[in-house]
C-alpha cells in the first residue's frame, strides 16, 4: 500500500475507467412491467406521432376560427367523444366536442363551453376563436422518428408510461449486474442473535445489500467471514463463482487481522488505495479470478460514503449506466471547522434555515449520523471553515 493519498476525483475516475472497460453485459428483452429500474440496452425511437392526431385539450365546440367571432351563432352539426371518428365540420357549424376527442377535419379551433350559451341545438359564442385555441396537435408530445430515450438510461415509471404512448411493450435492457456481498470480521453477528461480550451485530450487510438493490443489482450472497486467512481465500473463491462483482467490507486497513488483502493477492490482483477522503480512507480495488472486487472498509459510514462516492459509478459503467456526476449545491456553513484536515471530510450535516449544520458526532462509526443527515458537507483538505463561509454540500436526495 503506497502512502501517497489518491483525490476522491482520481479514485473515482480510476474505478469508472475500469467499470466502462467491462461495461455492457448481457442484453435481454423484457416486458414493461419488468422494466422498471432496468437499464436500456437500446435508444428508443417513436414510430408514431403522440399524440397520433389534432385533438380537444377541453369540453367545448369545434369551430373554423375565422367563422367564431364574439356573438356569432352556429348550429351544433355534431357530437365528438374521445374514441369516435369525427366527420368533416359543416361550414357555418359548430361540432360539439368533448376533451381528447379528434377534431373534425375543417375544424382549426375549439372554444371551451364556459364561453357558449347553448340553447337547443345552436351556440353562440361568449368570445372569439383564434386558430389552435384548445388544440393538441398531432406530434405536440413526441414526433415520428425522434429519439425519446437513449442507451443507458435507467427507466422510471414516467419512462415506461412513455414507452407505452408510443405502442413499445418491450424494451432491450442490460441483465442486472450480479454482486456477492461478503462481510469480514469475526465480530460480527446478525440482528436476531444474542450479542457475546467483543462482538457487534452486522449492519453493514443490510445496508449495502439495500443500497446495491437500488442501484439496481442482483445481490446474489451476502456471507459473513470470520477474520481467517483460510477461511477468507475459501468465502472470496465462492463469491466470485456466478457474480459479476464482489463487494466486501472490512479488513481493508494495515491490522494483522486484515486478511482481504492477502487473500485477493493470492486469488487474483490487488490494488490498494489511500483515499484523501474522511471517512474513506482505506479501499481496495482488483479482481478475484476474472471477477473485479471492491473492499469497503469496516466502519459503517465510510462504507456507506465509499459507496455513494465510488461504488455507486463503478456500478453505474459497469451495467451500462450513463455516470452521473456528483450533484453538489452551494451553501452557507452555521458551523465552525477551525482545524484544517488532511483529507477532504464528507461530513454529515443538514440544511436548516439555509444553512449547513453538522450532525455533532462526526465518528466513521456512528451510523447515526447518516441516518440523521440530509447532506454530506465536503470541507477540503486543508481548509478550515467559519460560519457563514459557503461550502459544497452533496444532498443525499441524489442517491
Ligand atoms: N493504524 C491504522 N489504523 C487504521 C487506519 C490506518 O490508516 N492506520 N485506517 C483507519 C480507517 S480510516 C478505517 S476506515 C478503518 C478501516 O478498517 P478496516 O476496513 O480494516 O475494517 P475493520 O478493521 O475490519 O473494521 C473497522 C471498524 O468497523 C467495524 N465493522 C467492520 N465490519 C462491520 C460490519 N459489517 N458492521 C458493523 N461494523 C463493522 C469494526 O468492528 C471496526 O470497529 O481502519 C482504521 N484503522
Ligand atoms: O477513513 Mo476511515 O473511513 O476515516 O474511518
Known amino acids: 500500500m503506497t502512502n501517497q493519498l489518491l483525490s476522491v476525483e482520481q479514485a473515482r475516475q480510476t474505478i469508472i475507467a475500469e467499470g466502462l472497460a467491462r461495461r455492457g453485459g448481457v442484453v435481454e428483452s423484457v416486458p414493461l412491467e419488468q422494466a422498471l429500474g432496468r437499464v436500456l440496452a437500446e435508444d428508443i425511437v417513436s414510430g408514431i406521432d403522440v399524440p397520433p392526431a389534432d385533438n380537444s385539450a377541453m369540453d367545448g365546440y369545434a369551430v373554423r376560427a375565422q367563422e367564431a367571432l364574439l356573438g356569432v351563432i352556429l348550429p351544433v352539426s355534431q357530437t365528438v367523444a374521445a374514441g369516435t371518428l369525427p366527420a368533416p365540420l ?39 376563436a383564434r386558430p389552435g385555441d384548445n388544440i393538441r396537435p398531432r406530434g405536440q408530445d413526441i414526433a415520428r422518428h425522434s429519439r425519446v430515450l437513449s442507451a443507458g438510461h435507467r427507466l422510471r415509471p414516467q419512462d415506461l408510461g412513455l414507452l407505452a404512448s408510443i405502442n413499445r411493450d418491450r424494451v432491450s435492457v442490460y441483465q442486472p449486474i450480479k454482486v456477492a456481498l461478503l462481510s469480514t470480521g469475526s465480530e460480527l453477528v446478525e440482528p436476531g442473535a444474542e450479542l457475546k461480550p467483543g462482538q457487534i451485530y452486522n449492519s453493514n450487510r443490510p445496508m449495502l445489500a439495500a443500497l446495491l438493490s437500488q442501484c439496481g443489482c442482483q445481490v446474489v450472497s451476502q456471507d459473513r467471514v470470520a477474520d481467517d486467512a483460510a477461511q477468507t481465500r475459501q468465502m472470496l473463491s465462492r463469491a466470485a463463482e456466478g457474480a459479476d462483482l464482489i463487494v466486501t467490507t472490512g479488513g481493508v486497513s494495515v491490522g494483522d487481522e486484515d486478511h482481504v488483502k492477502a487473500a485477493v493477492q493470492a486469488l487474483g ?56 456526476e456528483l450533484e453538489y449545491r452551494q451553501l452557507p456553513a452555521a458551523f465552525h471547522w477551525p482545524r484544517a484536515g488532511r483529507r477532504d471530510e464528507y461530513a454529515r450535516a443538514r440544511v436548516s434555515d439555509g444553512r449547513v449544520e453538522l450532525y455533532p458526532q462526526q465518528s466513521s462509526g456512528a451510523l447515526s449520523s447518516v441516518v440523521w443527515a440530509e447532506c454530506l458537507v465536503c470541507i477540503p483538505a486543508g481548509a478550515s471553515i467559519s460560519p457563514g463561509e459557503l461550502v459544497q454540500v452533496l444532498p443525499l436526495a441524489q442517491w
Open 269 to 324: 490482483e490487488l490494488s490498494l488505495w489511500k483515499i484523501a477522503m474522511k471517512p474513506g480512507k482505506p479501499l481496495a480495488f482488483g479482481r478475484v479470478g476474472s471477477v473485479p472486487l471492491v473492499g469497503l472498509p469496516g466502519n459503517p459510514v465510510s462504507a456507506y460514503v465509499a459507496f455513494q462516492l465510488l461504488v455507486r459509478p463503478l456500478l453505474q459503467a459497469l451495467g451500462g449506466q450513463r455516470v452521473s
Open 90 to 128: 359543416a361550414v357555418g357549424s359548430a361540432a360539439r366536442i368533448l376533451t381528447g376527442a379528434e377534431l373534425p377535419p375543417g375544424a382549426d379551433a375549439v372554444v371551451i363551453q364556459e364561453e357558449v350559451e347553448r340553447t337547443g341545438d345552436v351556440i353562440e359564442l361568449r368570445a372569439a
